[in-house]
């Protein structure tokens, strides 16, 4: 037997002599070039996210979403719409075994079955191979998965006039609302509305802004008397005179806004 081969030096006879588990796994074995995760992997990865999260940023300032205007329940016929993130589900629910009576289906199986299987890609194909050509399985779902997400938001999106939507539901900024502190009816709104709707009938912490709805006096008044949606009835309990003072007053600034 030739010198150093074969022999074990065990200090202390408990200590196995085969123990392994510090070894560090040998890599060779799997093809490609392998790369040391501290720091390179890392410093790679953090690169990638910093090209991406730049481009997004400058994405976003060029091209900012459109905002629409607070919410208003007495709108009866406003659809509202996902975030565009969430278009391809809302897309998924207008087919015929998604929604409706099969809506179940559409809200928790079909996505849940979809992204359960985008978890599992890396365990049903686990070859040593890195290439997507060498990984068939997961490259596979992965690109029925980016094509199905793309293909339902583009015909969500594509069914919409953003612009127009946006234009018919824009936030009016509070600044550009005159009031006249003068007119009767305001004293009026002050007493009854504004604890709901705000001093300046956009910015209340209840109730949706009075600004730019389309109702006439005789409505507005109806609506002050007898509720209207989350609006409860006997709101408003003063005189007929002060009734049409609000209502006037009311109707006069959207008229107005209307004109500008």
């Not at 093809?31 to 940023?57: I, K, Q």
């Not at 018919?168 to 509070?174: F, G, V």
């Not at 209207?228 to 109707?251: C, H, K, R, S």
Request: proline content about 8%; overall charge negative; some cysteine.
């Amino acid at each position: 037997m030739k010198r150093g081969k074969g022999m074990k030096y065990v200090g202390d006879s408990r200590v196995s002599a085969e123990k392994t588990s510090t070894t560090p796994k040998d890599y060779s074995e799997y093809p490609g070039r392998t790369v040391a995760f501290w720091p390179n992997f890392l410093l790679t990865e953090w690169l990638a996210g910093s090209v991406f999260l730049v481009g997004f940023l400058t994405l976003v300032l060029t091209h900012p979403s459109p905002l629409e205007g607070m919410a208003d329940p007495t709108t009866a016929g406003y659809i509202p719409l996902p975030d565009w993130y969430f278009l391809f589900l809302y897309e998924l629910l207008k087919y015929k075994y998604a929604g409706g009576d099969y809506v179940l289906l559409g809200v928790v199986v079909i996505p849940g079955l979809a992204f359960g299987a985008l978890l599992l890609a890396p365990f049903l194909d686990n070859g040593p191979g890195r290439r997507p050509s060498q990984r068939p399985i997961a490259t596979s779902m992965m690109l029925l998965a980016l094509i199905a997400t793309i293909w339902l938001t583009y015909d969500s999106a594509s069914a919409v006039d953003w612009e127009a939507r946006a234009e018919a539901n824009k936030p009016i900024p509070p600044s550009e609302v005159e009031i006249d502190t003068s007119d009767p009816g305001y004293e009026v709104y002050k007493n009854s509305c504004a604890s709901c709707h705000g001093d300046n009938l956009t910015d209340g912490a209840a109730g949706p802004p009075l600004i730019g709805i389309d109702y006439t006096a005789d409505e507005i008044a109806k609506i002050s008397v007898e509720g209207i949606g989350n609006m409860p009835a006997g709101v408003f309990d003063g005189t007929d005179e002060e009734l049409e003072q609000l209502a006037e007053f009311i109707f006069t600034i959207n008229e107005e806004n209307k004109e500008e």
